[in-house]
T-cell receptor, first 111, second 111 residues
Framework: DADVTQTPRNRITKTGKRIMLECSQTKGHDRMYWYRQDPGLGLRLIYFSYDVKMKEKGDIPEGYSVSREKKERFSLILESASTNQTSMYLC??????????FGSGTRLTVV | EDQVTQSPEALRLQEGESSSLNCSYTVSGLRGLFWYRQDPGKGPEFLFTLYSAGEEKEKERLKATLTKKESFLHITAPKPEDSATYLCAVQNSNSGYALNFGKGTSLLVTP
């Protein structure tokens, strides 16, 4: 099994829908992150969490929220999906200041 | 504000033709510089972390070096399986644990 698992791998949804992207990790890492990756823009940080129930805004948090009820899970929520949120979403975890372990990504299309 | 600039954006090499990828950065306090490899449709895969100027790390055909302003990823005698996007990221010691990524260099190695 992968160390960091993202579900679903692909998702198509309609504008205005509330959706949740899930991320789980088996490495026991304390820190978890959500990025989005877009052509020409690279990876941009949405939110991160350094402990259970703790969260910090990244560079582009608008339109997103997160939940971390358990150490191994970090969910990204789009309360009302919009077309400009069509993107590849990447979750990662890390132990303290060491390098990230990434999941395989969720490709989200909002129509 | 931290900045990470990677060049070139794209690079095409013949198999066996060695070259280097560049990552220029500005950061108020460097905790670490990271290199990742990303294959299409997958999450980034960790390659190296460099912490101080003068440090070098090697893995198979890849060698990463660090100065106070830039890092190089040297690829010696590349093979087609080295084709991927290579991402550079910096971690700022003054602003938490998140990584700030460059936009990447897309490498294609032809037989």
């Amino acid at each position: 099994d992968a160390d960091v698992t993202q579900t679903p791998r692909n998702r198509i949804t309609k504008t205005g829908k509330r959706i949740m992207l899930e991320c789980s990790q088996t490495k026991g890492h304390d820190r978890m992150y959500w990025y989005r990756q877009d052509p020409g823009l690279g990876l941009r940080l949405i939110y991160f969490s350094y402990d259970v129930k703790m969260k910090e805004k990244g560079d582009i948090p608008e339109g997103y929220s997160v939940s971390r009820e358990k150490k191994e899970r970090f969910s990204l929520i789009l309360e009302s999906a919009s077309t400009n949120q069509t993107s590849m979403y990447l979750c990662a975890s890390s132990f303290r200041d060491y390098g990230y372990t990434f999941g395989s990504g969720t490709r989200l299309t909002v129509v | 504000e931290d900045q990470v600039t990677q060049s070139p954006e794209a690079l095409r090499l013949q198999e066996g033709e060695s070259s280097s990828l560049n990552c220029s950065y500005t950061v108020s306090g460097l905790r670490g510089l990271f290199w990742y490899r990303q294959d299409p449709g997958k999450g980034p895969e960790f390659l190296f972390t460099l912490y101080s100027a003068g440090e070098e790390k090697e893995k198979e055909r890849l060698k990463a070096t660090l100065t106070k302003k830039e890092s190089f990823l040297h690829i010696t005698a590349p093979k087609p399986e080295d084709s991927a996007t290579y991402l550079c990221a910096v971690q700022n010691s003054n602003s938490g644990y998140a990584l700030n990524f460059g936009k990447g260099t897309s490498l294609l190695v032809t037989p």
